[in-house]
Protein backbone atom coordinates (compact mmCIF):
# COMPACT_ATOMS: atom_id res chain seq x y z
CA UNK A 1 0.00 0.00 0.00
CA UNK A 2 1.29 3.42 -1.17
CA UNK A 3 2.12 6.27 1.26
CA UNK A 4 -1.01 8.28 -0.14
CA UNK A 5 -3.32 5.32 -0.13
CA UNK A 6 -2.25 5.20 3.99
CA UNK A 7 -2.87 8.66 4.60
CA UNK A 8 -5.83 8.31 2.67
CA UNK A 9 -7.17 5.52 4.84
CA UNK A 10 -6.00 7.09 8.09
CA UNK A 11 -7.71 10.79 7.09
CA UNK A 12 -10.95 8.71 6.36
CA UNK A 13 -10.57 6.82 9.48
CA UNK A 14 -10.18 10.17 11.52
CA UNK A 15 -13.25 11.45 10.01
CA UNK A 16 -15.53 8.42 10.44
CA UNK A 17 -14.70 8.11 14.24
CA UNK A 18 -14.93 11.93 14.24
CA UNK A 19 -18.61 11.37 13.14
CA UNK A 20 -19.15 8.71 14.81
CA UNK A 21 -17.83 10.24 18.12
CA UNK A 22 -20.04 13.42 17.37
CA UNK A 23 -23.35 11.62 16.82
CA UNK A 24 -22.89 9.95 20.02
CA UNK A 25 -21.90 13.28 22.10
CA UNK A 26 -25.09 14.98 20.70
CA UNK A 27 -27.53 12.26 20.90
CA UNK A 28 -26.63 11.80 25.00
CA UNK A 29 -27.10 15.41 24.98
CA UNK A 30 -30.37 15.17 23.66
CA UNK A 31 -31.86 11.91 24.96
CA UNK A 32 -30.09 12.15 28.31
CA UNK A 33 -30.39 8.44 29.02
CA UNK A 34 -28.05 8.51 32.05
CA UNK A 35 -25.70 5.17 31.75
CA UNK A 36 -23.60 6.06 34.43
CA UNK A 37 -26.38 6.72 36.87
CA UNK A 38 -29.15 4.58 38.66
CA UNK A 39 -32.27 5.54 39.25
CA UNK A 40 -34.35 2.61 40.09
CA UNK A 41 -36.57 0.61 37.27
CA UNK A 42 -37.18 3.76 35.78
CA UNK A 43 -33.49 3.75 34.70
CA UNK A 44 -34.11 1.37 31.56
CA UNK A 45 -36.21 3.81 29.99
CA UNK A 46 -36.48 4.21 25.78
CA UNK A 47 -33.66 7.00 25.85
CA UNK A 48 -31.66 4.26 27.53
CA UNK A 49 -32.29 1.72 24.93
CA UNK A 50 -32.19 4.28 22.23
CA UNK A 51 -28.71 5.08 23.98
CA UNK A 52 -27.70 1.81 24.20
CA UNK A 53 -28.47 -0.08 21.32
CA UNK A 54 -29.89 2.12 18.16
CA UNK A 55 -27.92 5.32 18.46
CA UNK A 56 -24.38 2.96 18.24
CA UNK A 57 -25.54 0.67 15.48
CA UNK A 58 -26.05 3.73 13.56
CA UNK A 59 -22.87 4.79 14.12
CA UNK A 60 -21.74 1.51 13.25
CA UNK A 61 -23.28 1.60 10.13
CA UNK A 62 -21.53 5.13 9.31
CA UNK A 63 -18.42 4.59 10.15
CA UNK A 64 -17.81 1.36 8.26
CA UNK A 65 -19.46 3.25 5.38
CA UNK A 66 -17.07 5.95 5.46
CA UNK A 67 -13.95 4.15 6.28
CA UNK A 68 -14.56 0.53 4.12
CA UNK A 69 -13.11 -2.83 4.91
CA UNK A 70 -12.61 -2.77 8.44
CA UNK A 71 -14.88 -0.06 9.93
CA UNK A 72 -16.68 -2.76 12.00
CA UNK A 73 -13.24 -2.80 14.02
CA UNK A 74 -13.01 1.02 14.02
CA UNK A 75 -16.80 1.36 15.16
CA UNK A 76 -16.30 -0.23 18.60
CA UNK A 77 -13.89 2.84 19.61
CA UNK A 78 -16.31 5.73 19.41
CA UNK A 79 -18.59 4.33 21.85
CA UNK A 80 -15.87 3.71 24.31
CA UNK A 81 -14.33 7.05 24.19
CA UNK A 82 -17.61 8.89 24.62
CA UNK A 83 -18.84 6.49 27.62
CA UNK A 84 -15.45 6.99 28.78
CA UNK A 85 -15.81 11.05 29.00
CA UNK A 86 -19.47 10.73 30.04
CA UNK A 87 -17.83 8.56 32.82
CA UNK A 88 -15.27 10.79 33.68
CA UNK A 89 -18.11 13.78 34.13
CA UNK A 90 -20.66 11.75 36.39
CA UNK A 91 -18.32 11.01 38.42
CA UNK A 92 -16.08 14.24 38.49
CA UNK A 93 -20.36 16.34 39.10
CA UNK A 94 -22.05 16.07 42.04
CA UNK A 95 -25.49 13.35 41.79
CA UNK A 96 -28.48 13.92 40.79
CA UNK A 97 -31.46 13.51 43.75
CA UNK A 98 -32.47 9.80 43.75
CA UNK A 99 -29.11 8.91 41.45
CA UNK A 100 -26.38 6.65 42.88
CA UNK A 101 -23.16 5.73 40.40
CA UNK A 102 -23.87 2.66 38.35
CA UNK A 103 -21.31 -0.03 39.89
CA UNK A 104 -18.52 -0.90 37.31
CA UNK A 105 -19.37 -3.79 36.90
CA UNK A 106 -23.00 -3.25 35.10
CA UNK A 107 -21.50 0.22 33.87
CA UNK A 108 -18.80 -2.34 32.00
CA UNK A 109 -20.85 -4.86 30.84
CA UNK A 110 -23.62 -2.03 29.29
CA UNK A 111 -20.25 -0.49 27.88
CA UNK A 112 -19.99 -4.03 26.25
CA UNK A 113 -23.84 -3.82 25.28
CA UNK A 114 -23.21 -0.61 23.24
CA UNK A 115 -19.72 -1.36 21.69
CA UNK A 116 -21.01 -5.05 20.32
CA UNK A 117 -24.37 -2.78 18.80
CA UNK A 118 -21.65 -0.65 17.03
CA UNK A 119 -20.02 -3.42 15.50
CA UNK A 120 -22.85 -4.77 14.66
CA UNK A 121 -23.39 -1.73 13.06
CA UNK A 122 -20.21 -1.50 11.47
CA UNK A 123 -20.99 -5.17 10.14
CA UNK A 124 -23.96 -4.19 8.32
CA UNK A 125 -22.10 -1.17 6.77
CA UNK A 126 -19.97 -3.06 5.36
CA UNK A 127 -22.11 -5.04 3.45
CA UNK A 128 -24.23 -2.10 2.04
CA UNK A 129 -20.87 -0.68 0.99
CA UNK A 130 -18.70 -3.14 -0.26
CA UNK A 131 -21.03 -6.16 -0.22
CA UNK A 132 -18.17 -8.19 1.82
CA UNK A 133 -19.93 -11.06 3.37
CA UNK A 134 -21.12 -13.53 0.54
CA UNK A 135 -20.04 -15.92 -2.06
CA UNK A 136 -18.37 -13.87 -4.75
CA UNK A 137 -14.41 -14.09 -5.33
CA UNK A 138 -12.45 -11.20 -3.75
CA UNK A 139 -10.77 -10.14 -6.61
CA UNK A 140 -14.01 -9.66 -8.30
CA UNK A 141 -15.02 -6.95 -5.37
CA UNK A 142 -11.77 -5.08 -5.00
CA UNK A 143 -10.14 -4.10 -8.32
CA UNK A 144 -6.35 -3.16 -7.63
CA UNK A 145 -5.28 0.46 -8.35
CA UNK A 146 -3.53 1.14 -11.50
CA UNK A 147 -0.93 3.61 -10.82
CA UNK A 148 0.38 5.52 -14.15
Not at 66 to 88: E, I, N, Q, T
Not at 142 to 147: A, C, G, S, V
Amino acid sequence: MSNQAQNDRLLKGFIAFGIAAAILHFGDVLLDPHIELFNGIAYFSFAWITAVFILPFITGVIVAYVFGGGGKWLAVFPPLVVRLMALYQVINSPLPDHMSREPMGWWGFFLILIMESAMIGGVVGEVVNKRTYGRRDKNTLYKKKQTP
